[in-house]
């Protein structure tokens, strides 16, 4: 099955600073890619996700890159924000109806 | 749009009882629902996937007997925790997605369990 790895496990940031979590995965039948961020306590939400078919993609000052032949995909955080402060998880899947293959998170804090 | 929720928001049971926990998606429907648990400070570990109207396929280690699932219509997914114990006091999560033709997952607030 699909093996996805996620680093770092915590992140501190100064506010106004980048942030950069990075996850590998191991099967290249994995075709979507979404990232998403939870509070404590709280439900995951969506943010940002990317398609095998694109290299990139960006939404305000969240990003995510993917080098589909080195299987790693990347998020990307500019000019971080108190509130930026969650978990962060990365997954892999195979598409629709799939099953999410889910990294173990990283946990941002971002200092004001 | 996209919305899912799950009732109850938290419980607590007596060892022994069972527990039902309810997943909806409010604004669309859901062919296939995934129920999660979640340890303090770890990521979301897969139970088991639901399709509407056919059996739910669990993974690997979860006991399709304690953790029943049912999935009856495209908007409404149970689990049912049966004879409760301690060590299954934790946080359970349901996400849904719009079906074959998505593959974006929308997740529901989660029930935190508290079996004493």
């Known amino acids: 099955g699909e093996n996805v790895e996620q680093h770092p496990s915590t992140l501190s940031v100064q506010e106004g600073d980048s942030a950069v979590i990075k996850c590998t995965y191991s099967d290249s039948a994995s075709n979507y890619f979404p990232w998403y961020k939870q509070e404590l306590g709280k439900r995951p939400q969506l943010i940002i996700d990317i398609r095998s078919n694109v290299g990139e993609k960006k939404d305000q000052r969240i990003a995510v890159t993917l080098n589909k032949t080195a299987k790693h995909f990347s998020l990307h955080i500019t000019e971080t924000q108190p509130e930026d402060s969650a978990v962060y998880f990365c997954a892999a899947s195979w598409g629709a109806g799939n099953q999410f293959y889910f990294g173990t998170g990283t946990s941002l804090t971002v200092i004001p | 749009g996209a919305v899912v929720s799950q009732h109850p928001s938290w419980v607590i049971c007596k060892s022994g009882t069972s527990v039902k926990i309810e997943c909806r998606s409010l604004?669309?429907?859901?062919?296939?629902m995934f129920w999660y648990r979640q340890f303090p400070k770890q990521s979301l570990m897969l139970m088991a996937t639901?399709?509407?109207?056919?059996?739910?396929?669990?993974e690997q280690g979860v006991e399709k007997d304690k953790f029943l699932i049912n999935h009856a219509s495209l908007t409404l997914s149970t689990l049912t925790v049966t004879s409760a114990h301690p060590e299954d006091s934790s946080f359970y999560i349901c996400s849904a997605s719009h079906g074959t033709s998505q593959e974006t997952q929308y997740f529901g607030p989660g029930t935190r369990l508290l079996v004493l």
């Open positions: 604004d669309f429907q859901a062919t296939t």
């Open positions: 639901s399709n509407e109207g056919s059996k739910a396929t669990y």
